[in-house]
């Protein structure tokens, strides 16, 4: 894969020198593990990256704060994995928060197809998510007494949507802006708007939303399976 906007210096070293600048504090030695699972991460990354209809395939840009952030999250949790270093991983994990404001924990399991909007105040509670997921800023998917959602394909979470507890997010449902969805399931694509006392009121699709996302939909999740026209 193409690297951009590095120059006279390789990925490793790039990483390598933001985490000791960021945190020096740590066991230096374990920073030897980024190099021998870059590979991997960047092949994870790569798959993602193609399924992105506004990314150019083939191409990472370490500017690019969704796609490194998107980067730091596959390298930590492709070593943590492989070598269960939690130094590495945590200070990875760190690098993350600090440069991107997302707390993405280097245990949790995102899916092989992600996409996240902007980055700024997203919180990931160890749930389970699925391919296909969009998240945008200020969004939560958290636990209520230690149960966590579960987020089928194809889901979408507008800013500053929540998903807490003991939640089943059915395939292809959007989240609009600032709905809660506490204890609760929704409705297979379908948009999920904020109803009275917390309720949902859920309403069509006008036109395939997650199509302004990714390329190569899967027939379940393509515009004639979400509602669209129902």
Request: glycine share 6%.
């Amino acid at each position: 894969m193409k690297i951009l906007n590095l120059h006279d210096i390789s990925l490793s070293t790039y990483c390598r020198t933001q985490i000791t600048r960021c945190f020096p504090s740590g066991n230096d030695t374990e920073l030897e593990l980024i190099d021998r699972h870059l590979d991997a991460a960047l092949y994870r990354l790569e798959q993602c990256i193609a399924s992105i209809r506004t990314w150019a395939p083939g191409e990472f840009d370490v500017l690019h704060s969704s796609q490194y952030c998107t980067f730091l999250y596959y390298l930590s949790n492709t070593i943590w994995q492989a070598e269960q270093a939690k130094g590495v991983c945590t200070r990875l994990f760190l690098l993350n928060k600090a440069l991107n404001s997302i707390d993405i924990f280097y245990e949790i399991e995102m899916p092989d197809i992600f996409f996240i909007g902007h980055s700024i105040g997203v919180v990931f509670a160890k749930a389970h998510y699925s391919n296909y997921l969009v998240i945008y800023q200020n969004s939560t998917v958290g636990k209520n007494h230690g149960i966590a959602p579960v987020l089928e394909s194809g889901v979408v979470l507008y800013p500053n949507a929540a998903i807490i507890g003991n939640c089943r997010i059915r395939q292809g449902s959007i989240i609009a802006q600032g709905v809660r969805v506490i204890n609760q399931e929704t409705l297979a694509h379908r948009i999920a708007f904020q109803g009275p006392n917390g309720s949902l009121i859920f309403k069509k699709h006008q036109r395939p939303i997650l199509a302004d996302f990714f390329k190569n939909l899967p027939p379940e999740l393509a515009g004639d399976h979400c509602g669209v026209g129902e």
